[in-house]
């Protein structure tokens, strides 16, 4: 591990914690992304914390080279809890960073300290996992799914989501002939960057989701932080509904929420994608689609920064089919019927 913070106390807090990992070792410090550099061309860490904003050379420049320059050093991003913050987060993350943690914004110190173990470690301990020999896919025989018969397309990603939802979309027409729901494992400020991003990149309209708005096809509704989002049905018409429950697989928002939801209204007709990301959020979700007769794809290992969520519904034997992400955007065209 190498710890990148121009706070001297940020990176003692940092390198505090992870000591007490057993299986983490911290190997070195630096107070800018210049010396980051430097020490990471030296230290190749497989692990990288960096932050956004330091002086003489800040975190997003730093990345750009260490992406070069240390391909094999995965690099988290530490960002404060701001727009600016969340902008130059999707930005970073665009450009290759694996992950982020918002930066505490509790003046307790013990509340930091937990903060930041319970955000860091599981994430610094998927990438390592993530290295390790990825498994054979299990699967049931698949069904054979029918071009045209879907209504919606529902979405869920967490780790590495950014960078592949925007290969995704910079594939997918304008005419594209459904609506489209994605949550992706973000915290509020956020997801509306992220959706701000991909309208930019896609020939599809992205928003982040209101409560209570109509849901309209041709549209990409991004579930904001915080809030889980589902689908209701009011006589022929759709909406969206957003609400705090109680977290589902430790998220919120949560896949198998907005899953669930779209098995229930659209029955058969639902179409789920299951991509890059640590856990399972979204097998059961998958599971009540196929149920109802929708149709499930999953992401493959050799393109998932993490394999956990797809590989949760192969295993279970649910996906019908399981693509590249290069393969995916040419699929998504061909059933839902747009060229």
Not at 87 to 104: H, Q, R
Request: hydrophobic share 40%; glycine share 8%.
């Amino acid at each position: 591990m190498l710890i990148v913070d121009d706070s001297a106390i940020m990176r003692k807090l940092i390198s505090d914690i992870l000591q007490k990992q057993p299986d983490l070792e911290v190997i070195g410090q630096a107070v800018n992304g210049k010396e980051a550099i430097e020490k990471a061309k030296n230290l190749k860490p497989d692990v990288i914390t960096l932050d956004i904003e330091m002086p003489e050379m800040d975190g997003l420049s730093a990345l750009k080279v260490l992406r070069k320059e240390v391909p094999s050093s995965k690099v988290i991003m530490f960002s404060s809890l701001t727009q600016e913050g969340a902008k130059a987060t999707i930005e970073a993350l665009s450009l290759g960073a694996y992950d982020f943690v918002p930066k505490p914004s509790t003046k307790s110190f013990l509340e930091s300290v937990k903060k930041i173990e319970n955000d860091l470690v599981p994430k610094i301990k998927g990438i390592l996992s993530a290295t390790e020999a990825k498994p054979l896919r299990i699967l049931t025989p698949p069904r054979l799914l029918k071009p045209g018969l879907y209504r919606v397309l529902g979405i869920g990603v967490s780790t590495g989501g950014p960078q592949t939802l925007m290969e995704i979309f910079k594939g997918i027409p304008k005419n594209f002939p459904s609506p489209i729901l994605v949550v992706q494992h973000m915290p509020p400020l956020f997801t509306k960057q992220l959706a701000d991003r991909l309208d930019k990149i896609s020939p599809l309209q992205v928003k982040e989701a209101e409560d209570g708005e109509e849901v309209k096809e041709g549209m990409v509704y991004i579930a904001p932080g915080d809030y889980h989002m589902e689908v209701v049905k009011e006589n022929t018409r759709k909406f969206i509904r957003l609400h705090q429950g109680a977290p589902v697989n430790n998220c919120r928002p949560a896949v198998d929420v907005l899953f669930n939801s779209l098995a229930e209204v659209y029955n058969g007709s639902a179409l789920t994608l299951i991509l890059t990301g640590m856990g399972r959020d979204g097998a059961e979700g998958a599971k009540r689609v196929k149920l109802k007769g929708g149709g499930v794809l999953a992401q493959d290992a050799q393109t998932s920064v993490v394999f956990g969520m797809p590989r949760a519904v192969i295993e279970a034997g649910l996906a019908d089919e399981v693509l590249s992400l290069q393969e995916i955007p040419k699929r998504l065209r061909e059933l839902f019927r747009c060229y």
